[in-house]
């Protein structure tokens, strides 16, 4: 019985890793879709949403059967309950991949605004935490988690900078109005992935050190269970 | 030792229910901030975004105490796992309404825009759904939660009105741009708000129900567990 939990762990484990290089997948396309003007990587986008959105459902179901029927206490519930949250950032991160992509179709109706070398930026930023926060959580590496919150930082300061910068291009150029609004939204959407991954690290610390680091609260002792 | 649960799961919905209330009070507070231009709303809105982040962690962690000492099955494993996502999604709400005080302090220290009337319209609407969607979970009124997905699309409809509308205004006058889109920013806030409170009721519909409309998915049979 134990030794089979185990192996429904690991395939449960499995999917969440699919999952994870999906949403990063999804990324990654949407940006392409949009620097390099391809408008049918944003259909792949598209596409891939809805495989997400089936691995979201699946992975729930799948949670929810190894509670009632498993009735696991502790550390493997923890990772459980973990695990229905990490499933819901990531669906809400191909959301916002999918918000990414349609914005670029709406973009590519029009001429370029100007080199958005930040955009592949901030991409690539948050794709690294996504993969950063599931492996620390496959690899139960809390030092790692850590890490990702530190990277979230960095995509906030871009995101900034761009923000402001977008804001002089409209105040120059009322013909760039659209367009910058949508960049800027496109940054938005980026921000939110990075916040996304920095919650699943929060979890994993969670997990591995049995404190709750969310809110940058004090550390306090482990919940009595 | 079932009276005892039963107590417990009372007393769990009934900090839920606080929390519900908190968030609903920030986004009025925050709204009024910037519609009435009375800055110490916001500051209101910030202390009490602590206090929600504080019941987050105690929800989480009694929900994690129940499922690990009271080993539920069934009914009441679905519903301690939505009551987890809930919370979840009730911390973020408090979030945007953070945002949107955020923006009102540096709308503040600018003349007014225009009249801002469809912001309280979203917002009323968005505060209702939340409590519509709190209310359809105690309650257990999968109907009143159904409710709450129509609401969400006029929620949507008025954003994209007045988005355009702003886009409008900031071609027309560059001096407006930073203001316009400080104002585009609160309407995504309130939509999201409205999608947290949409989320709040599609897990009504699947403990009510058993069937997963996320995604708009065909109804499936209840998983087996």
Redesign the interface.
């Known amino acids: 019985m134990e030794r089979h939990f185990d192996e429904e762990l690991k395939n449960l484990k499995q999917k969440l890793l699919q999952m994870a290089d999906t949403a990063q997948g999804m990324i990654g396309l949407a940006v392409r879709a949009l620097t390099e003007r391809k408008e049918p990587l944003a259909g792949e986008v598209f596409a891939l949403e809805?495989k997400v959105?089936?691995a979201?459902?699946e992975i729930?179901?799948e949670?929810?059967?190894l509670?009632?029927?498993r009735?696991p206490?502790?550390r493997d519930?923890?990772l459980l309950?973990a695990i229905?949250?990490i499933n819901?950032d990531l669906e809400r991160v191909a959301d916002q991949a999918e918000n990414i992509a349609e914005i670029a179709v709406l973009l590519l109706k029009e001429p370029p605004l100007k080199p958005v070398i930040d955009i592949p930026k901030m991409a690539a930023l948050s794709q690294r935490m996504i993969k950063n926060g599931i492996d620390a959580f496959v690899k139960h590496d809390a030092s790692l988690a850590k890490a990702v919150c530190e990277d979230d930082d960095a995509v906030d300061r871009i995101n900034d900078q761009r923000f402001r910068e977008l804001?002089t291009t409209?105040?120059?150029d009322?013909?760039s109005?659209?367009r910058a609004?949508d960049l800027?939204?496109v940054g938005?959407n980026l921000e939110r992935i990075a916040d996304h991954a920095t919650n699943i690290s929060e979890d994993v610390i969670f997990i591995e050190e049995g404190k709750?680091i969310?809110?940058h609260?004090q550390e306090k002792p482990e919940?009595?269970?």
């Open positions: 809805e959105n089936a979201e459902i729930e179901e949670v929810l059967r509670l009632a029927v009735q206490a502790a519930l923890r309950t229905l949250k819901n804001l409209m105040i120059a009322p013909k109005v659209t609004v800027i939204l938005r709750n969310k809110h609260l919940a009595s269970s």
